[in-house]
């Protein structure tokens, strides 16, 4: 962990970079507990949002220059037109 600290400061704001390990030897189980913390300036979501929308916007482009003489799908026409009496419920 020692080794690793350094590079995640440099990485990251880290407010309290001081490690507490308090090992209990008489529990059979080993367990941790800590606090994550996450906060986002306009400038990171900006930043994230556009790392995501020009590969998008790429795949984009390629997709519809792609498809472009691709004929459009025919719509279905009636072989037989529908007779209102045969589709009410005839009751006697």
Do not use: C
């Not at 600290?5 to 507490?20: K, V």
């Amino acid at each position: 962990m020692w080794g690793v600290m350094p590079h995640l400061e440099d990485l990251f704001h880290i407010p309290d970079p001081s490690l507490h390990l308090r090992m209990d030897y008489s529990s059979e189980k080993t367990h941790a507990e800590g606090a994550v913390g996450l906060s986002l300036r306009i400038r990171d979501g900006l930043h994230i949002s556009l790392a995501l929308l020009i590969p998008m916007l790429k795949w984009y482009l390629r997709y519809k220059k792609a498809h472009k003489n691709d004929a459009p799908a025919e719509k279905p026409t009636e072989s037989t037109p529908q007779n209102s009496e045969h589709s009410e419920k005839l009751t006697a």
